[in-house]
C-alpha cells in the first residue's frame, strides 16, 4: 500500500489529504492543533467543504491523524505541506513561518532517519524564488542533507477553489509539477497520478516556473474579472444595455472562453486578492511595474464602491444583504464584498440584516453587532425594506414571489433574470 504524510490540515490540506485516502493511499495526517487532531481522530469535521464529510466518511480506514512529524519521516517516503501562508495588501507578499516551522520539524526528524531519501512537495502558495532562497537552505540546514542525494523537492500547487475543493482536487485543468529532478518529479507523480480522475495535462518543469505559473494564473483571472465587471459598469451607463449579453458574447470567442467573463461583484477569498498582490510585488521585485495588474485591482476595489452607492440609491434604511461569502457554496467571508457592503452600510447608519446557510458564524467574527443575523431567508426580508442578492446561490431565486413586486432588490448576479 502506498503511504504518504500530509502536512496541515487547513481548508486546502484536510480535503487533499481526504482525496489521496479516497485513492487507498494511507495517509497521515499532521498538525500541530492537538484539539483538530483529536477531534479528527473522533471523526469531527472541523469546516464545511463541499463532499469532505462523505469523503472523509468512506476513507477513514485510510486515514491517521498525528501531532508527530517522527511518523511522516518513518512510515512515509513522502511528504506534502499544505499550510496557511497568510498575506495582506501591505504585505504583498506571503509569510512563510508555518512552512519554515513545519519544515524544521519534519527535517530535524530526518536528519535522526537512517533512510536513504525522502520527498518533500510544498503545495502551500509562495512567492517565486521561495524554494530556492528560503526552502532549500533550511532543509539543507535541518536535516544535514544534499538535494537530490537524500532527499528531493517539489513544487506543486493547488489550483483548486473553495467551496469545490474536492471535485477540483480530482478533476484539474492542469497539474504543475515543479520538480528538482526527474526522481523527485516521477515520485510524485506516482501519487498525484492516482487521485486525478480526468485527463488532465501535467505540465513538468523547474521549481521557480512552478512558483511563477501559480502567481501568474490567479492574477490573470482577476484581470480577467475585472475587464468584465468594468463592462458591466459600462452597461449601467447606458440606457437598453445589458451587459449579460455583451459578455456571453465575448466568451464565446475561444481566445477568451467563457469562464470568469461574467460581471459581478468584486473577486475576494483567499487566493485571488493576495496572488494578485503577490504577482505585482514580484514584478517590482525583479524591476517591472506590473500596470495591467495593478489596474485589475483597481478596479476591483471600485467594485465596492459601485455596489454600496447602487444600494443606497434603493433609499431604504433597512437592508437586508443574501449571501455572505466571499462566493456562494462556501462560508469564507475573506475579501467578501457583502462583508464590506454590510459593513459600510453599519457605520452610515443603516440597520443591516444578513442572511447565509453557510457563513453565518463568520460573518458574525467578521461584523460583530453590526449587523443582525438570520438563518431564515423570509424572515431577514420581513425585517428589511429592501434586499440585495450578494452571492449566486440559487436558493435566492424565490425572493422576489417572497416579496412581491413593489420590493427593492438589488440582484448583483442577475440570477432572478436568469430563473428557469
Not at 453590526?370 to 442578492?389: G, H, P, Q, R
Request: proline share 4%; with cysteine.
Amino acid at each position: 500500500m502506498k503511504k504518504l504524510s500530509l502536512i496541515g490540515l487547513g481548508k486546502l490540506g484536510l480535503p487533499l489529504a481526504t482525496v489521496f485516502a479516497s485513492k487507498e493511499i494511507y495517509t497521515i495526517g499532521i498538525d500541530v492543533d492537538s484539539s483538530k487532531i483529536d477531534g479528527l481522530n473522533n471523526n469531527r469535521l472541523p469546516f464545511h467543504e463541499t463532499d469532505l464529510e462523505d469523503l472523509f466518511s468512506s476513507s477513514r480506514d485510510h486515514l491517521h491523524f498525528t501531532e508527530n512529524f517522527k511518523d511522516a519521516v518513518n512510515e512515509t517516503d513522502i511528504s506534502v505541506i499544505l499550510v496557511n501562508t497568510p498575506s495582506d495588501k501591505e504585505s504583498k507578499g506571503f509569510s512563510n513561518a508555518y512552512i519554515k516551522s513545519s519544515l524544521t520539524s519534519l527535517c530535524t526528524e530526518l536528519r535522526e532517519s537512517n533512510k536513504d531519501y525522502h520527498l518533500i512537495v510544498i503545495s502551500s502558495t509562495v512567492m517565486p524564488t521561495t524554494c530556492k532562497e528560503v526552502i532549500l537552505p533550511l532543509i539543507e540546514e535541518v536535516s544535514g542533507r544534499k538535494l537530490n542525494e537524500g532527499f528531493g523537492l517539489c513544487y506543486i500547487p493547488d489550483l483548486v477553489a473553495l467551496g469545490s475543493i474536492i471535485r477540483d482536487f480530482k478533476n484539474p485543468d492542469l497539474l504543475i509539477v515543479g520538480e528538482s529532478s526527474k526522481r523527485a518529479g516521477d515520485m510524485a507523480l506516482e501519487y498525484y497520478g492516482d487521485i486525478i480522475d480526468n485527463e488532465a495535462p501535467i505540465h513538468r518543469m523547474s521549481v521557480i516556473d512552478a512558483e511563477i505559473t501559480k502567481v501568474s494564473l490567479n492574477a490573470y483571472i482577476t484581470m480577467k474579472i475585472s475587464f468584465a465587471n468594468f463592462i458591466g459598469n459600462i452597461c449601467d451607463k447606458l440606457e437598453d444595455s445589458h451587459s449579460g449579453n455583451v459578455t456571453s458574447a465575448l466568451g464565446k470567442d475561444r481566445r477568451i472562453s467563457p469562464y470568469y467573463i461574467k460581471p459581478g461583484l468584486a473577486f475576494g477569498g483567499t487566493c485571488f486578492p493576495r496572488d494578485t498582490w503577490a504577482f505585482e510585488e514580484f514584478a517590482r521585485k525583479v524591476g517591472l511595474d506590473a500596470v495591467h495588474v495593478k489596474a485589475a485591482d483597481e478596479i476591483n476595489q471600485m467594485q465596492h464602491s459601485i455596489l454600496y452607492e447602487k444600494t443606497t440609491k434603493l433609499n431604504r434604511s433597512k437592508v437586508a444583504i443574501l449571501g455572505l461569502g466571499f462566493k456562494a457554496n462556501t462560508p469564507v467571508v475573506v475579501e467578501s464584498p457583502a462583508i464590506i457592503l454590510a459593513e459600510r452600510l453599519a457605520d452610515n447608519g443603516y440597520t443591516v440584516n444578513v442572511c447565509d446557510s453557510l457563513a453565518l458564524e463568520e460573518a458574525k467574527l467578521a461584523l460583530g453587532q453590526k449587523a443582525n443575523y438570520f438563518t431564515s431567508i423570509d424572515k431577514c426580508l420581513s425585517a428589511s425594506e429592501c434586499c440585495v442578492i450578494a452571492t449566486p446561490f440559487l436558493g435566492f431565486r424565490e425572493v422576489s414571489e417572497v416579496v412581491g413586486e413593489e420590493y427593492p432588490i438589488l440582484d448583483c448576479w442577475n440570477i432572478l433574470e436568469s430563473k428557469t
